[in-house]
């Protein structure tokens, strides 16, 4: 089975080639997405380039642009993103899981290679908060079940990746942690032990899987502009008589790069750990978070 994965590439074409070269997996069909610039220049070239380096589809925003490249003589199959329809080429596979179940787990790990036929990357980001308060008052029953999805749920899933990444000669996988591990916030006790924890399993993964090309970084999210941290300005805000824009903006200030990340901004790094850019990298603490805490 085919399978897209599209990558924005730069007008710099030698810089194309190169993304499409190194983004290529085996047995796949790599989709450039390309794009004009503000003058509706380049996006001819940059398609051009990708599909002389092996990208077998060219991607578009808009039928206009499909249009322009066919006029150009591109030949390859164009699709445009923005008529895609539910259920389209892009293949989506669905399983609902609960990593605290060992056997939803290895399910999920079947339907997949099912599906695809391998598991390049595995991205652990299931978690629970559990309830904020002191550590002299809480309660450790509670702790011990954000340590059943934080820590045991996101190795169950990854022991039951390791041996299919090992029979395929490869693979990378990424920890999503907390910056709560390395700049402590008021009563989040419980969460933050849970991902310290996931910080000594990455490096003891990362030292034992390296003989078999399994690469295991982790990925230090801060403040993430989504729907959880508006959610909770939103009832912050309400308790405080103020607003989710004054709150967002003190938030901001502390941030050297000056604004709250943004969750898509976040998963480029986690996209970065598991492409080829970072072949050579394994156990990386990698910080996303717009300069919070800064590494001394």
């Known amino acids: 089975m085919n399978r897209l994965r599209p990558t ?30 503000a003058y509706g220049h380049g996006d001819v070239e940059v398609a051009r380039a990708a599909l002389e380096a092996g990208a077998a589809w060219v991607g578009v925003a808009l ?43 290895e399910r999920l790990v079947t339907e997949t290679v099912a ?11 299931a978690y629970v908060p559990g309830r904020f308060g002191p550590v002299e008052s809480a309660d450790l029953a509670d702790w011990r079940g954000i340590l059943d999805v934080n820590l045991f749920g996101t190795l169950q899933l990854t022991q039951a990746v390791i041996p299919v990444m090992k029979r395929q000669g490869g693979g990378a996988i990424v920890m999503i ?24 399993a990455t490096a003891q993964l990362a030292l034992e899987l390296g003989q ?26 309400a308790k ?14 502390s941030i050297p790069l000056g604004r709250i990340p943004d969750d898509a ?3 480029k790094a986690a996209l970065f750990l598991v492409s080829d850019y970072a ?11 717009g300069g919070e805490f800064l590494p001394r």
Not at 69 to 81: E, F
Not at 115 to 125: Q, Y
Not at 179 to 200: D, E, I, N, W
């Open 63 to 105: 039928v206009e642009e499909g249009l322009r490249l066919r006029d150009a003589g591109i030949q390859a199959p164009i699709l445009v993103l923005s008529e895609f329809p539910a259920g389209s080429e892009t293949v989506v596979l669905k399983v609902p899981t609960d990593v605290a179940d060992r056997g939803q787990c």
């Open 212 to 237: 078999y090309g399994i690469r295991v970084n982790s990925a230090y999210m801060g403040w993430m502009w989504g729907p959880p941290v508006e959610g909770y300005l939103r009832d912050a805000a």
């Open 177 to 200: 942690n907390s910056m709560v591990t390395r700049k402590p916030m008021p009563y989040q006790g419980g969460y933050a032990m849970s991902k310290a924890a996931l910080t000594a």
């Open 265 to 267: 901004d976040c998963a």
């Open 240 to 253: 405080q008589g103020t607003t989710v824009e004054a709150l967002a903006k003190g938030i901001a200030r």
């Open 279 to 289: 072949c050579v990298v394994t156990g990386a603490a990698l910080d996303v978070n």
């Open 115 to 125: 599906a695809f036929g391998r598991i390049d990357a595995l991205v652990n980001s």
């Open 8 to 37: 924005w590439v730069e007008v710099d074409l030698n810089a194309v080639r190169h993304n499409v070269r190194m983004l290529k997996p085996d047995g796949a069909a790599l989709m450039a997405v390309v794009k004009a610039d």
